[in-house]
């Protein structure tokens, strides 16, 4: 059993910055698929950016250039660095992970992650 663990959201000012961490206990397998995912009350899960195992990394369009996503795997965490804030970013943060076989890349499918933590909240107001 994964535990994860996110920490790092708050409230911020538009355009500020917040880094967002994701400390995973549990881990015995790999490869692996991280990813980062935010929701809204009443609205679907939405992907941010995801990390292979080998550290290859994808981000969702709406989100490209404003977000990185990064492990440090001696410290089994993950980090989601959040730059140029918007308003519209509000929401609870959500790092998730799961096993994959080797053939296969890691997606955007919320359903396709076994593993997920309790959420962080992050707020974008002046």
């Known amino acids: 059993q994964v535990h994860l663990e996110e920490s790092g959201g708050g409230s911020v000012q538009p355009g500020g910055s917040l880094r967002l961490s994701c400390v995973a206990s549990?881990?015995?397998?790999?490869?692996?698929?991280i990813g980062w995912f935010r929701q809204v009350p009443g609205k679907e899960r939405e992907a941010v950016a995801r990390?292979?195992?080998?550290?290859?990394?994808t981000y969702a369009p709406s989100l490209k250039g404003r977000v990185t996503i990064s492990k440090e795997n001696a410290k089994n965490t993950a980090y989601l660095q959040m730059d140029s804030l918007r308003p519209e970013d509000t929401a609870t943060y959500y790092c998730a992970d799961t096993w994959k076989p080797t053939y296969a890349r890691c997606t955007f499918l919320p359903s396709d992650y076994r593993n997920w933590g309790q959420g962080t909240q992050v707020t974008v107001s002046s």
């Open positions: 549990g881990r015995t397998y790999s490869p692996y698929c």
């Open positions: 990390i292979d195992s080998d550290g290859s990394t």
